[in-house]
């Protein structure tokens, strides 16, 4: 399973925001040009975790985007829920109620199950305030 780059870069969007002193705002502009991603693809990201109320655009001429909550308060999982939908390993399991006419007698459901638990309960255990005490990794 892999993830869009837009999951990568809202990671990394909403890190450039922690960063900022809580409740300022920072320009899209700023953000392009820390963490070298195209503005127009910014502001494609930034649709959707406004949408979620994870980050409020503030309009004048000290505006920009900002975090609506401490970085310790969000989760990896939700930033990428955001802008990916559902994480689920199989699109049977994006079903409620599971929709696959095999589901009941589908012997590797379980597994299936079973790996959507453990993703989603690392990424939901991984918080943005997390990822800013990360060291860089070596180069190599």
């Known amino acids: 399973m892999q993830f869009s780059a837009k999951s990568r870069y809202a990671l990394?969007?909403?890190?450039?925001?922690?960063?900022?002193?809580?409740?300022?705002?920072?320009?899209?502009?700023?953000?392009?040009?820390?963490?070298?991603?195209?503005?127009?693809?910014?502001?494609?990201?930034v649709t959707p975790l406004a949408r979620a109320h994870l980050v409020k655009s503030e309009r004048g001429s000290q505006g920009g985007y900002r975090l609506t909550r401490l970085p310790a308060d969000y989760t990896a999982g939700e930033i990428i829920r955001a802008i990916e939908g559902a994480l689920v390993p199989i699109p049977c399991l994006g079903d409620?109620?599971?929709?696959?006419?095999r589901h009941?007698?589908?012997?590797?459901?379980?597994?299936?199950?079973?790996?959507e638990?453990?993703?989603?309960?690392?990424?939901?255990?991984?918080?943005?305030?997390?990822?800013l005490q990360q060291d860089f990794p070596p180069e190599g």
């Open 12 to 45: 990394r969007l909403m890190e450039e925001l922690a960063l900022h002193e809580q409740g300022a705002c920072t320009s899209l502009k700023e953000v392009s040009e820390s963490q070298q991603i195209s503005l127009k693809y910014l502001e494609q990201i």
């Open 117 to 131: 638990k453990v993703m989603n309960a690392y990424m939901d255990s991984v918080t943005l305030a997390d990822l």
């Open 96 to 101: 409620q109620p599971n929709l696959c006419p």
């Open 104 to 115: 009941s007698a589908c012997r590797t459901l379980p597994f299936w199950v079973g790996l």
